[in-house]
């Protein structure tokens, strides 16, 4: 048995020296480079992505351009000729329209009788143009009508409208005895003071009625002053 033992030691000893000599002279193994795994491994992986785009894109059939709709077209309306005997407007013709207003005839007041209306008659005292002296008094008197068709009762005033009034004043109707009827006449009376400078001076006065309104004829006085 501690024979086969050693035998057997001895073979294995052969073999490993065997084993030796058929590595001397053999070529070492290369050194992996990390680097270049990875950079590969890199190139593989976007060399398969390309690739699996690429036949994506050929499966997809491509969408097509969207066309243009065409646009409606207007059919033009229908002309017709002038009606026989018309004349057609031209461009920057004027169109009058309707027919202007033309009145021949004047048209008429109103005439006749009113309420309140006056006439004047004549200068009773002092006629137009008399020469006075400076500081002089005097009575204007007139004469006027009533030719309306109110009485001239409580409220209507003889007064003063224009002019120089040369200290004149208005004279109100007050009593029955001053009221005037339509178509009689009354004598109204102003008493005035010549001015101290000389030349020619005129007032008026006039009928106003019970509402505040001048109504009828002017009466008037004109007077020279003189030394």
């Known amino acids: 048995m501690h ?14 020296i065997a084993l030796s000599a058929c590595n001397i002279g053999a070529t070492p193994a290369p050194t992996i480079d990390a680097n270049a795994i990875y950079t590969s491994a ?8 390309s690739g699996q785009m690429t036949q994506t894109a050929q499966a ?3 969408t097509a351009l969207p066309t243009n709709t065409p646009q409606a077209t207007f059919t033009l309306l229908p002309t017709f000729p002038p009606a026989a005997g018309s004349t057609p407007l031209g461009a920057g013709t004027p169109v009058v ?6 009145i021949s005839t004047p048209i ?17 005292t002092v006629p137009d143009g008399t020469v006075m002296k400076p500081g002089n008094d005097f009575t204007k ?4 009508k009533n030719t309306g068709t109110c009485k ?14 040369m200290d004149g004043y208005d004279v109100t109707l007050k009593k029955s005895s001053d009221f005037v009827d339509p178509g009689e006449s009354i004598n109204l009376s102003v008493d005035l003071t010549a001015h101290l400078a000389e030349g020619t001076y005129s007032g008026c006065w006039k009928m106003k009625d019970d509402n505040g309104f001048f109504f009828g004829t002017f009466a008037c006085y004109e007077i020279v002053v003189k030394k």
């Open 3 to 16: 024979f086969k033992k050693l035998a057997w030691l001895g073979s294995l000893a052969l073999i490993a």
């Open 42 to 49: 890199a190139e593989t992986l976007v060399a398969q992505f």
């Open 60 to 62: 997809i059939p491509p």
């Open 97 to 102: 329209i309707g027919t202007p207003l033309v």
């Open 108 to 124: 008429s007041t109103l005439s006749g009788p009113v309420c309140n209306d006056s006439q004047f008659i004549t200068d009773v």
């Open 141 to 144: 008197t007139w004469t006027l």
């Open 152 to 165: 001239w009762d409580d409220g209507y005033v003889f007064a003063f409208v224009s002019g120089d009034k």
